[in-house]
């Protein structure tokens, strides 16, 4: 069972990445998408691919580098990740940005877990 585990997070790593990258895209343009992916890199020790695993460490960049700005931003990556997997996004009082991610792939382990029995 771990390695089904490990195959839904690695596809939803993926999905996340590529959702976070779509929306600076969007946002700001791949200039600007390089430029943070090297601070995050370079002032936060978080290589791109971690960003799933260590989506505190992520959350906690985007408000030193964007202030009260990180909040649309991380709405518009939760919005648009949910969107993306087909999944009715939670309305959660006090869920920060890596409980949704945690509560996403919490809740595709469980899935698989009861279709495993």
């Known amino acids: 069972m771990k390695t089904l585990?490990?195959?839904?997070?690695?596809?939803?790593?993926?999905v996340i990445l590529r959702t976070i990258q779509n929306v600076f895209l969007d946002i700001f343009g791949e200039k600007t998408l390089k430029k943070?992916?090297?601070?995050?890199?370079?002032?936060?020790?978080?290589d791109w691919p971690e960003i799933p695993e260590k989506s505190e460490v992520f959350a906690a960049a985007l408000k030193e580098i964007f202030g009260k700005g990180a909040t649309i931003i991380e709405d518009l990556i939760i919005e648009n990740l949910y969107n993306s997997l087909g999944k009715d996004l939670p309305a959660k009082n006090n869920y920060t940005f890596s409980d949704?991610?945690?509560?996403?792939?919490?809740?595709?382990?469980?899935?698989?877990?009861?279709?495993?029995?």
């Open 5 to 14: 585990l490990k195959g839904v997070d690695k596809d939803h790593n993926t």
């Open 36 to 46: 943070v992916r090297q601070i995050l890199k370079d002032n936060y020790s978080l």
């Open 100 to 117: 949704y991610i945690s509560s996403l792939m919490e809740d595709d382990r469980q899935v698989i877990c009861f279709q495993k029995s």
